[in-house]
């Protein structure tokens, strides 16, 4: 069993930048590839940013592209997502997930993760 907690998330105003943590606890993180999603209000979870368990290569979705990068301390058993520029369309709860979505390479696909945080909200005005 893995236990994922998130934090770091907060308000702040448009082209700020935060830094999300997921700190796993349980089993260690290294094996696992993991990820960020999030979910805004009335809206579906989307895929965020991803980095491999295997070879720690990182996958972003067009909107995070050059402004978030996501990497992991396996030694602290930690992740973070590093946001800058951010935008209105930002805003959401932000789930850190880990899995075996290295096998297959689907690292955009929820169901690829067998465990996921609580959430942190994440809230940019403009």
């Known amino acids: 069993q893995v236990d994922l907690v998130e934090s770091g998330g907060g308000l702040v105003q448009a082209g700020d930048s935060l830094r999300l943590y997921c700190t796993g606890s349980?089993?260690?993180?290294?094996?696992?590839?993991m990820a960020w999603f999030r979910q805004a209000p009335g809206k579906e979870r989307e895929f965020v940013a991803a980095?491999?368990?295997?070879?720690?290569?990182?996958h972003y979705t067009d909107s995070a592209k050059g402004r978030f990068t996501i990497s992991r301390n396996n030694a602290k058993n930690t992740m973070s997502l590093q946001m800058n520029s951010l935008k209105p369309e930002d805003t959401a709860v932000y789930y850190c997930?880990?899995?075996?979505?290295?096998?297959?390479?689907?690292?955009?696909?929820?169901?690829?993760?067998?465990?996921w945080g609580q959430g942190t909200q994440v809230t940019i005005s403009s």
């Open positions: 997930a880990a899995g075996w979505a290295d096998y297959r390479g689907n690292y955009d696909q929820g169901g690829e993760y067998a465990y």
């Open positions: 349980g089993r260690s993180l290294g094996r696992y590839a």
């Open positions: 980095i491999s368990g295997t070879d720690s290569s990182t």
